[in-house]
């Protein structure tokens, strides 16, 4: 499987390093590169894209700009020198954030990323039910990933992290993905526990440790809260005991 992409950077040598990098990725397909986020937008709208490497900060119009101009867009990894836009890129469901001077090694796992999210895009199998049925009152719950049953506790569950159609259930011991949709979701997961905080992420009420400027933290991992969820959830905290 090919990934086809485009670099669009006003920095030319951060250009020539995303176009050596991809050549030496064998599923990358580098079609085109630009120093011009303007100068893009005609290509990206006529050209069938899966990927764009993407610097935030570039005159005229900035990377975040462009995203926002598009009504449908490849997955996205931001590249650039400054960390500050990191929330922004949460909020905008990028795929990964690389920070200049970006390593190859850190290149490869960006990638990688896309590359393992498509595949599962491109299941041509009909999606079966992942929810094995569980009791009233089951402190745990199954679901179905491609290769086995997992049983997860509830008391296990850090997070839930939506990925498109899939949700990445991330527990203190695995990170398992499966086809389970919201409203599924909401049916087992015990509303005491848990509550949506951003469209692509719930959380565990009792493994928070801190909140901060619209940010939870739950170990080393931060998680946007968005306005759609933050009266809800602010809601939920102050009534907990």
Known sequence: MKINCIAIDDEHLALDIIR????????????????NALDSIEYIRNHPLDLIFLDIQMEELSGI???????????????????????????????????????????????????????LDHKTNTPQEELVSMAPGDPFFFVKTETRIEK??????????????????????????????????????P???????????????DKIDSVERNRIKIGDRLIPISETFR???????EKKP
């Open 20 to 35: 050596d990098y991809c050549s030496r990725v064998p599923f990358l397909n580098l079609e085109k590169s630009f120093e």
């Open 65 to 119: 700009q462009l995203l926002n101009a598009l009504k449908q867009r490849p997955y996205v990894i931001f590249t650039t020198a400054y960390d500050s836009y990191a929330l922004q890129g949460f909020e905008l469901d990028v795929m990964d954030y690389l920070l200049k001077p970006i390593s190859f090694e850190r290149f490869l796992k960006g990638v990688n990323k896309v590359y393992e999210k498509i595949q």
């Open 152 to 189: 997860i506790r509830f008391a296990d569950v850090l997070y839930i992290e939506g990925m498109g159609d899939y949700w990445r259930i991330i527990t203190t011991t695995k990170k398992i993905m499966s086809l389970l949709n919201y409203k599924k979701l909401e049916e087992i997961l």
């Open 191 to 205: 509303q005491n526990q848990f509550v949506r905080v951003h469209k692509s992420f719930i959380v565990a009420l």
């Open 231 to 237: 009266k809800t959830f602010f809601d939920r905290i």
